[in-house]
C-alpha cells in the first residue's frame, strides 16, 4: 500500500505527515523523494545505512566518427546538442532518452556513466527508511526518484512517499504509482492556491485523495478548509497550530512517541486513510 | 557581414528582445547589402535549452556577430563555439542598435548568466 504525501509549497507539513504516520503504522517504510532536500532522516535517525550510487547515461561523441550530418540534433527535442564546426553535448540538459545513439547513422556516439546522487537505505525502529539524495547543481531529481519507486516496488506493507513540493516532474514520478495520496495544506488564501495545484495533480492522475490541514487555528478562518468543502474534499485531519509541535518538530522529534495526544492523532488519521483507500 | 538581433517584432524599429533564448525573432542585418531579414525563433516555446537552440538557429544564419542585452552560458557556449562574436545592446530599437554597432559603440557581451531555468519549481 503506497500513500504519497504531497503539498504545492515547502513547510506545509509533508514530512511532519508522513514520518509521524509511518512511526504510528506497525511495520511500514518511509521513502523520502524530497531529493533536494531529504530531512525525513533527520526525524528517523535510521542506522545500518547502506548506500548506492545512482547514475544516469549521457552520450560522448567521437568526433572522428561523427560527419555533422545533425540528426541527432534535429531529433533531441530537449536541445541538448548543438552542431557549430564539432558536436557539442549539454550534459546538464540531457534527459538520458538515448536517442541521440539510436539515430546516429556513423554510430558516433557512447555512453558514459554521470552520477547524480545517492540513496541511503537504513532503518529506525522496524521502519525501514529509503532517502533519495540528488547530488547540489543536478538540475533533475527524476531519475533518482525512478530508483526509489523501483525500490518502493518490493516493499510491503504501509510505504510512505514524502514528495518534492510543488506540483512538477519530481512530484509526477513520486505518486505515479502510489495507491492514495494525502495533500497536505496550510490554512490560508496563500495555501489555497498550493492546494489547488496538488489538487490539479491527483485529479488528472486520478488517483484517490484527501487532504490534512496543518496549522490550524480555533475560531479562525480557514480558506483552506472552505476550499475543500467547496470541492468535495475530504478533509481527513487538521492540525493545530501548537507550540508543542512546533518544539518537538524544530527538535527533529517524532511527535507520536514524544506525545500521546499526538500519537492518537496520526493513529486516528493511519485509520481513517486505511478506510479512505478500502473505499477506493 | 552579418549580424544578429533578437527582437520581438519584425521590423527594423522593433525593440530588442530582453531574451536571447526565449526572443519572437531575430533579425539577420547584412552589413555589406543593407538587406535586413527575420528568422522565427523556433526555441520559443521550448520546455529547456532553448537557449542552445536558438544559438543553433544563428549559427546556421552564418551571422558572425550577435547584438543582444544578455547571453545564457548554453547559448554562449555555441556561439563562441561558432566563432560568433557577442556585443551588449544599448536602449533603443534594432535598426538604432545597428548604427552604434556599425560606429564601433557596442561592448563586448562579458557577463553570461548562468541562465533562467527551473522557473516555475524545476518542471523537469
Not at chain 1, 159 to 169: E, L, R, T
Amino acid at each position: 500500500m503506497k500513500i504519497a504525501v504531497l503539498s504545492g509549497k515547502g513547510g506545509a507539513g509533508k514530512t511532519l505527515v508522513s514520518v509521524n504516520l509511518a512511526t504510528a503504522a506497525n511495520t511500514s517504510a518511509y521513502i523520502d523523494c524530497d531529493v533536494e532536500e531529504p530531512n525525513g532522516r533527520l526525524f528517523l535517525k535510521p542506522e545500518r545505512i547502506v548506500e548506492e550510487e545512482i547514475t544516469v547515461k549521457i552520450p560522448q561523441v567521437d568526433t572522428d566518427l561523427c560527419d555533422g550530418c545533425r540528426r541527432c540534433v534535429d531529433f533531441c527535442i530537449f536541445n541538448a546538442l548543438a552542431f557549430t564546426n564539432r558536436l557539442l553535448v549539454f550534459d546538464d540538459i540531457c534527459h538520458s532518452c538515448g536517442g541521440c545513439v539510436l539515430v546516429c547513422p556513423n554510430k558516433a556516439f557512447t555512453e558514459r556513466d554521470k552520477a547524480i546522487g545517492r540513496i541511503q537505505t537504513g532503518s529506525s525502529n522496524g521502519i525501514e527508511v529509503i532517502t533519495g539524495i540528488l547530488n547540489t547543481g543536478e538540475p533533475s531529481g527524476v531519475p533518482l526518484i525512478n530508483e526509489l519507486m523501483k525500490k518502493a516496488e518490493r516493499l510491503e506493507g504501509y510505504v510512505f512517499i514524502d514528495c518534492p513540493p510543488g506540483s512538477a516532474c519530481t512530484v509526477m514520478e513520486s505518486i505515479k504509482d502510489a495507491d492514495y495520496c494525502i495533500l497536505v495544506a496550510e490554512p490560508t488564501l496563500f495555501g489555497v492556491h498550493n492546494l489547488n495545484m496538488v489538487y490539479e495533480l491527483v485529479r488528472l492522475f486520478n488517483k484517490p485523495f484527501g487532504a490534512v490541514i496543518n496549522k490550524c487555528l480555533e475560531g479562525e478562518e480557514n480558506p483552506a478548509e472552505t476550499f475543500c468543502r467547496g470541492n468535495g474534499i475530504e478533509v481527513l485531519c487538521s492540525i493545530p497550530f501548537d507550540s508543542e509541535l512546533g518544539e518537538l518538530n524544530s527538535n527533529a522529534e517524532i511527535a507520536v512517541y514524544k506525545d500521546k495526544k499526538y500519537r492518537g492523532m496520526f493513529v486516528s488519521l493511519l485509520e481513517r486513510i486505511k478506510q479512505e483507500v478500502k473505499r477506493a | 557581414m552579418k549580424i544578429a538581433i533578437p527582437v520581438d517584432n519584425k521590423s527594423l524599429d522593433s525593440n530588442v528582445s530582453a531574451s536571447f533564448g526565449r526572443s519572437s525573432y531575430f533579425l539577420i542585418y547584412d552589413t555589406a547589402s543593407k538587406e535586413s531579414s527575420f528568422i522565427e525563433n523556433t526555441a520559443v516555446h521550448s520546455s529547456g535549452g532553448a537557449g542552445i537552440k536558438a544559438a543553433q538557429t544563428i549559427v546556421d544564419s552564418g551571422a558572425k556577430a550577435v547584438l543582444t542585452p544578455r547571453c545564457g552560458q548554453n547559448a554562449a557556449e555555441v556561439l563562441k563555439g561558432a566563432g560568433i562574436e557577442l556585443y551588449k545592446s544599448v536602449s533603443g530599437n534594432a535598426e538604432e542598435n545597428i548604427t552604434a554597432y556599425a560606429d564601433k559603440k557596442l561592448s563586448v557581451l562579458d557577463e553570461i548568466h548562468s541562465g533562467f531555468h527551473r522557473h516555475g519549481g524545476g518542471g523537469r
